[in-house]
């Protein structure tokens, strides 16, 4: 089935990291229903939010009024999420990539949807890749912007790992159908993946 948030284990102080392709209403209600924590980057399009007095948000506007004519770089507003499981409060933050990162991410915006749509990109869309979006219910006592767009970035570097495991150690061909089984096999898999990572140290 879909990657999604709902088949993630969530215990309450947990908190989740995921990229764009976990951003959807039904899957943002797992955790945090469970009392876990979220930070997940969203599209401007596919969650709707709404503001703090429950009128639906229109995120490019807020972008467009807040970044276009300020020197800033990075902002937050408090937002609700509403879900089939009720309303969560979270908080959106937004950073304003550099002039060099927004001109790759709308290149590569414009390189998808040739390949996929047959047609260039809509000039909404364009101007939202110049712009990272997280939704996070992480508290701003214990957790500020910089440090949790930082927590965003490591989720990058475990890809990466996933990624290279996949492909040194075939972590992705699972030989065994059974849940104890399978749990087996894929920690055997991780012992040899932290072995080699100490030979290699």
């Not at 009128?55 to 770089?73: H, I, M, P, Y």
């Not at 040739?114 to 990272?132: I, M, S």
């Not at 990058?156 to 399978?182: F, G, M, Y």
Request: glycine letters at 4%; aromatic letters at 6%.
């Amino acid at each position: 089935g879909a990657e999604s948030l709902e088949r993630v284990a969530c215990r309450p102080g947990d908190i989740l990291v995921a990229d764009r392709g976990y951003a959807y209403a039904k899957g943002i209600a797992h955790p945090l229903a469970a009392g876990a924590h979220l930070v997940v980057r969203i599209h401007w399009q596919t969650l709707p939010l709404d503001d703090t007095r429950g009128q639906r948000l229109d995120v490019l506007a807020w972008l467009r009024q807040t970044f276009l004519n300020s020197g800033t770089s990075t902002q937050e507003m408090n937002v609700r999420i509403p879900t089939p499981a009720g309303c969560f409060p979270a908080r959106l933050i937004v950073r304003r990539l550099s002039p060099a990162a927004a001109e790759k991410a709308r290149r590569r915006l414009r390189r998808i949807c040739a390949h996929k749509k047959q047609r260039p990109p809509a000039p909404d869309n364009l101007f939202a890749a110049g712009y990272v979006l997280l939704l996070t219910d992480l508290p701003q006592a214990d957790w500020s912007l910089d440090q949790i767009l930082e927590l965003y970035r490591l989720r990058w570097q475990v890809e990466l790992l996933i990624k290279r495991l996949k492909s040194l150690l075939n972590l992705a061909h699972l030989r065994a159908h059974d849940p104890a089984l399978a749990q087996t096999y894929l920690l055997g898999k991780l012992l040899a993946a932290l072995l080699l990572d100490r030979l290699t140290q």
